[in-house]
Every structure is written in C-alpha cells, then in structure tokens.
C-alpha cells in the first residue's frame, strides 16, 4: 500500500452550485507535511461536530476507488477529490480493520471508524446523489487516530504494523450503517470495542438498544 497523494487545506468559501458554504474540503497535493496528534498541519474543518478531533485526524480515500467514480462522473478526478488528506493505493474498505495499525512516513496511526459522506462533499463534486451512490457501493473511505506523530510524504508506504485481532474491517462495519446488516453480535462488539471512534461507538450503542427493544417486542 502506498500514499498517491497527500492533501491538506484550510476552510475557506467555497461556492457549490446556487449555495456559499465555508469548508476544510478544498484539499489540493503537498509533497509533504507534519502529521500532528489532531491533524496535518496546513489542514483544517470548518464544520467541528462533525469533523476533526483525535478519533477523525487523518482521513483516509483509496485510490482503487477513483477509476470508478470517474466513469460515474464522467471525468478525470484529481487526488482529494473525496476531501481526503491521504490517497492511499490498496486501502480498500475490505483490507482494513477498525484498530488496524500503520506505518506511514515517520508517523504512526490507527484505523478509527469509517468516513461519513457529507452533503458538502456531494457539492463540491456536482453530485446530487453522491452520498446514495457512496452509501450503496460501500466506497467511503476511514478515518484514522495518530499514535505518534512526524513527517509524512508524498509516495511515502501504508505499512501495516498490527493487525487488530478483532478483524472487524471498515466494509463489515459499512454493511451495519447502511442497512445491509443487522447482526446483533458485531453491533455489541463495536458498541464495546475501545478502538472504534467515539461517535460510532455511541450510534452503536443506540443501534443495539432499537434492536434489543424491537426484540421485546416481538416477543410480547
């Protein structure tokens, strides 16, 4: 695995369509930067309660993912089109684990939780549906925690230093959000699992009190 690009950007105006909004996502290619406990530096979020903290310093998109989205869009895509600070080859949703640990230039990070299409990010792409289209193919990229921080590059390797024994990848986890599953045994898992974000593992939690509830019910 290896980064394609590294993309930072500080929130600034942007206009998408008919509407002004100010957002971190206009990333554009460094050639390299610190990686800090809460983000590179030169980057930052607009929006704070949905982006940005230690469990959300590093979002990740895989480049495996940008031939597909360019025969949906219709164009060329260049790196952070997905507001991604790193575009990583070989990152798949499939192949990375919540708790996964990695080595990337002279810092360390782990796996967090999945990343979350916005509405913002459907605008600044021209596309209306995107977060549908996001949702359906499982295509969302993750976030990541920094565990030590330090230089990263551009070309730099997405090494893997240890796998998280709980083998929960980014897809399975993709599978509960978006409804294509409902197993009560995993959601308590992540609900309890110390290496899962912290919003997901309170929308865990809430999912497994709807389940456990829908339960009582139909045994009623």
Known sequence: ?????????????????????????????????????????????????????????????????????????????????FSEN???????????????????????????????????????????LLTKWVGQTGYTGFYMRVISEGIVRSGDAFELVEAHPGCISIADVNDIIFGRSEDAGLIEKLANLPEFGADGRALFAERLERLGRRWDMSQG
């Open 1 to 81: 695995m290896k980064v394609v690009s590294l993309n930072v950007g500080l929130p600034q105006a942007q206009r998408y369509g008919r509407e002004e909004v100010r957002t971190g996502g206009a990333k554009k290619p460094v050639p390299n930067a610190l990686l800090r406990s809460l983000g590179f530096a030169g980057d930052g979020q607009a929006d704070l309660v949905n982006h940005g903290g230690a469990d959300k310093a590093v979002c990740v998109y895989p480049y495996d993912h940008y031939a597909h989205w360019e025969k949906v869009f219709g164009h060329e895509l260049e790196p952070g089109a």
């Open 86 to 128: 790193l575009t990583i080859l070989g990152a798949v949703e499939t192949r990375v684990c919540i708790g996964d640990v990695f080595g990337v230039g002279e810092a360390v990070v782990q796996v967090s939780q999945p990343r979350t299409p916005c509405s913002k990010l459907a605008g600044k792409n021209g596309q209306r």
